[in-house]
């Protein structure tokens, strides 16, 4: 890390303001060769976005003398990205793109990007607001191999390929994200505003993005800064029927040559939902507000940003003790307040990127931090508060500071090589009086090394990495007694790779395979949990003699894709040694059923498969399926692992009428199996189908822009149980009616975007 930091200061001293230079270049539509007025062009590397004027040119000027990717995008057409070298560039660029509805490699044979050898899809801005969807986790089931594991409606995290938790990596901008993930019921507490894009990465990444990544990662990157020269704003309304909900955030950006910046603010409040019986599930009721803020500048071969965000949000939590007392209360439908058992969340995220961009070389220094206050209350209502068996509060500080730095160097037009390191430091401190985990330190860091070879059909990337994690906690209460934790003192070490090809067959027909390792030390939880699981109330125990998980998956995909008619079938296998999970015991602890983590080697073999099919320009049609099938060496099956899906959806995009720009309608169909494949004491659920259905539309008003979208989810009102689900066993009796915590029923959600501009010089 010395020798990168140096390395920076060295080409920074030396630098001077003549490695600057100018793009400029044209777009077309590549079928009518109409010039294209208003088309992004975004450099990452960067952060600068201009867009192309009414004749179609754009302009890029102070550029580092170095290689960058330029990405081109318009509604209506197909993404392109260009990767150049500033300085050899001497005449316009001639871009030209093709219509969604042309898919054909006649048409661009220019694009550069790599294709990438692991399973991979993004969701950008665009589908985020057409889904409806109540949180980020859910957004992402709409992939492939990808589900959700929920409490109600507010709460819920990723599942890939069956695993979730610390085994998932979340990233923000870039940085690594860790808000207590160790427990079932803590969500990612971040609200769907101001996003550009998630893509969601399947399969053991910690060669690139570190421990706890043995499952895959979910990168989440906020908004694009303003088109230079420009001042712009938005407002964004979401009204939610089944929650009585409302979700509203407004932002404000702009951006000179060399500086650009933005402020978002907004908030969202939900009720208690309704599962399709029209019965009230308690205490599922959220809200919350968030402010991100973003400044970014460049000079010479530096390009910096700054990134930070604050979010407050509340979560009410459904206790399986209190769920008959929750349905006879006198509430009304409208009633948000916390009063019962809920959590209370703070969260400070703070980035900084830095790239220095010269010549060959690209380096990255990314630090990052995090500040995590997480209260989970009993509340002040008189009804929860007298019980003998009550552990009091919980109230946990997590502080973690990041960094990720990486020296990128290109060898030639065929083969770039990265260098770089990952660490963390991070502390986590008890204020409350009840404790699931101790006070502890921990420390993690490594080095990489990825090489990266692409020419003509064939790309190879592999590398190697080395990891050092420690864990050290502070010994409280007294031993032998339940709230006692022992000072512990651990150290992790592993060394992990990757290979991948892709190889692209006939043109139209691409072959990719994969092997990776991964590495994910014991959490925190795992290793010392020493007290009562709210919600679900059950106590949990932990053990200090876990070995570290250490995986290794082989993955391999074959697609095919022309005009009319894609597909893509993926099928893989991770064996996970020393695989830790919770299981029921027999004993119990002051009244409450005991769980204990245990170890075993595992294995989760799955199948991915995705087809559409477009028969005309308009008409899409597109279906998936995901299955996987996790098991313990001795060939029990592993808890919580998500049923088998089948996703249908039929997607009509029209011409655009008078006012209506770019309508649409879409009909789709969400499949869950009945799930059977069960571990020792889980009880399985029903299958159950979902009809689902959205339409929208641009609005013009002379210069106005305004955009309507309305999806209807559980369209038929299905009342159904997700096996996924946290809450799913509970029921309560009342007046001789059996109430059972069912999923959530029809939700339309009425989705408006209006941008306009600050400025218009």
């Not at 539309?697 to 955009?707: A, P, V």
Request: aromatic residues 12%; charged residues 20%; glycine residues 8%.
């Amino acid at each position: 890390m010395k020798i990168i930091l140096l390395t920076v200061f060295y080409i920074l001293i030396n630098s001077n303001a003549n490695s600057q230079t100018t793009i400029t270049g044209s777009i077309r539509d590549a079928v009518t060769n109409e010039k294209l007025h208003g088309v992004s062009v975004y450099v990452n590397d960067i952060n600068k976005l201009v867009s192309s004027d009414y004749y179609g040119n754009f302009s890029l000027t102070d550029l580092p003398n170095g290689i960058l990717k330029l990405q081109f995008s318009m509604l209506g057409y197909i993404s392109y990205s260009l990767t150049i070298e500033t300085d050899k560039v001497t005449d316009p660029i001639e871009v030209r793109l093709a219509p969604e509805e042309i898919s054909t490699e006649e048409i661009i044979v220019t694009d550069s990007a790599v294709e990438k050898s692991y399973q991979s899809e993004t969701i950008n801005s665009k589908e985020l607001m057409r889904q409806g969807a109540m949180n980020v986790s859910e957004a992402v089931t709409k992939i492939p191999g990808v589900w959700q594991l929920s409490t109600g409606t507010g709460i819920s995290k990723p599942v890939i390929r069956g695993l979730y938790g610390n085994r998932i990596g979340i990233m923000i901008n870039g940085i690594r994200f860790d808000n207590q993930q160790w427990q079932d019921e803590h969500g990612l507490v971040m609200s769907s505003d101001g996003i550009d894009n998630i893509e969601v990465i399947k399969g053991p990444k910690s060669l690139l993005f570190g421990p706890e990544a043995i499952g895959g990662i979910v990168s989440i990157t906020d908004e694009h800064p303003a088109p230079i020269g420009k001042e712009i704003a938005d407002l964004n309304l979401k009204f939610f029927s089944n929650t009585l909900g409302i979700l509203g955030d407004m932002g404000f950006k702009g951006a000179q040559n060399n500086f650009n910046w933005l402020i978002r603010f907004g908030g969202e409040t939900h009720a208690d939902y309704l599962d399709g019986n029209s019965d009230r599930i308690p205490q599922t009721r959220f809200g919350g507000y968030t402010i991100k803020t973003a400044a970014g500048y460049m000079k010479g071969i530096w390009a910096g940003r700054i990134n930070y965000s604050y979010t407050n949000y509340t979560y009410g939590i459904l206790e399986g003790r209190e769920f008959e007392r929750e349905i006879a209360s006198k509430e009304t439908r409208f009633d948000r307040s916390f009063t019962g058992p809920h959590h209370a969340l703070n969260v400070h995220n703070f980035v900084f990127q830095n790239t220095f961009i010269k010549e060959r070389s690209k380096f990255r220094i990314n630090t990052g931090y995090i500040y995590n206050r997480r209260k989970e209350q009993e509340g002040n209502d008189e009804r929860f508060l007298p019980d003998s068996l009550q552990f009091g509060d919980l109230d946990m500080i997590l502080k973690t500071a990041s960094l990720d730095a990486s020296w990128t160097y290109t060898l030639n037009k065929f083969n770039k090589l990265t260098i770089g390191t990952q660490g963390f430091k991070q502390s986590n401190v008890n204020q409350g009086k009840r404790r699931l985990i101790p006070d502890a330190d921990v420390n993690s860091v490594s080095a990489t090394a990825f090489l990266n070879y692409h020419k003509d059909k064939f790309t190879f990337e592999g590398g190697a990495r080395f990891d050092l994690f420690s864990l050290n906690t502070t010994e409280s209460g007294v031993k032998d007694s339940s709230d006692y934790f022992p000072a512990i003192s651990r150290d992790y070490r592993s060394v992990n790779g990757s290979a991948g090809i892709t190889y692209k067959l006939f043109g139209k027909l691409l072959f990719k395979a994969n092997l990776s390792t991964g590495f994910r030390a014991p959490n925190l939880a795992e290793l010392t949990s020493n007290g009562l699981h709210e919600g679900v109330f059950q106590y949990e125990k932990g053990n200090i003699d876990f070995k570290s998980e250490q995986s290794l998956e082989g993955d391999a995909a074959v697609s095919f894709q022309n005009r009319f008619f894609s597909i893509e079938i993926s099928g893989y296998r991770n064996n996970i040694n020393n695989y830790i999970f919770l299981g029921q015991t027999s004993d119990t602890i002051k009244g409450y059923p005991l769980f204990r983590y245990f170890q075993s080697d595992a294995s989760l073999t799955g199948l991915e498969a995705d087809m559409t099919f477009k028969p005309a320009d308009w008409l899409n049609f597109r279906t998936t399926y995901s299955t996987v099938i996790a098991k313990r060496k001795d060939d029990v099956n592993l808890p919580l692992i998500p049923a088998d899906k089948i996703t249908s959806a039929l997607h009509f995009e029209l011409d655009n009428w008078k006012v209506f720009y770019s309508p649409y309608f879409e009909l789709s169909v969400y499949t869950a199996f009945a799930k059977t494949r069960l571990s020792e004491h889980e009880k399985g659920v029903p299958g159950y189908t979902l009809m689902n259905a959205g339409f929208g539309c641009d609005l013009k008003f002379e210069k106005q822009l305004i955009n309507i979208t309305v999806s209807c989810n559980n369209l038929l009102n299905k009342v159904y149980t997700d096996f996924m689900s946290r809450i799913k066993l509970l029921n309560a009796t009342y007046n001789g009616t059996t109430f059972f915590a069912n999923n959530i029923g029809r939700n339309i959600v009425l989705a408006v975007k209006i941008p306009f501009k600050l400025s218009y010089n």
